[in-house]
């Protein structure tokens, strides 16, 4: 709790226990985080930040690497990438849709990887790109040093079913 009204605090982002309630990036983390963490569950916590497009992404990042400098954080943002087809209202492409989707997430990762919130952001406003958590992504990379940055898995909703008319992607990246 200290943590998170210093957070609050520093960086003026307000408490909002409602804007949680329909968000379910927390039910998709948290599974993850009970198996790594298994072993010290009990000494687990963490502060759930809900990012909007219209903060500061670098001021916030800034704020909080100073405030997790002396600390033990792990940070995570969570987003899917490209989410292609009539049902997300993004059809830039009709043909070779599973290479595209792949491109443009290839490239957008490739842009992760440099740690470049700035050239990231642009790319996503250049491509009209359907990620869906880019400003949390930004905040991410001006918020960590990193020094390896890995990409662990990627693959699209069309790789599982086997249908891309509409698919999403997703892709596990890893800062060290």
């Keep these: 709790k200290s943590f998170a009204t210093r957070l609050a605090k520093t960086t003026g982002l307000p408490f909002n226990e409602e804007a949680h309630t329909t968000e379910h990036s927390i039910e998709v983390q948290l599974p993850f985080l009970q198996f790594s963490c298994r ?14 497009r219209d903060i500061n992404y ?15 954080v792990c940070v995570i943002a969570s987003s899917d990438f490209t989410h292609y087809g009539f049902n997300y209202g993004y059809v830039p492409f009709y043909t070779n849709i599973k290479e595209n989707i792949y491109n443009l997430d290839k490239e ?15 790319y996503v406003d250049k491509k009209e790109a359907t990620i869906c958590g880019a400003y949390p992504i930004a905040i991410l ?3 960590i040093d990193a020094e390896k940055i890995e990409l662990l898995q990627y693959y699209t909703s069309g790789d599982v079913i086997g249908n891309y008319n509409n698919a999403v992607g997703y892709a596990a990246i890893v800062f060290k």
């Design 108 to 122: 957008a990762i490739e842009i992760i990887r440099e740690k470049n919130a700035s050239k990231f952001l642009s």
């Design 58 to 72: 670098h001021e916030i990042g800034a704020k909080i690497k100073d405030i997790i400098s002396d600390k033990r």
């Design 39 to 52: 072993d010290y569950i009990d000494k687990i916590r963490f502060v759930a930040i809900m990012i909007s």
């Design 141 to 143: 990379l001006e918020s």
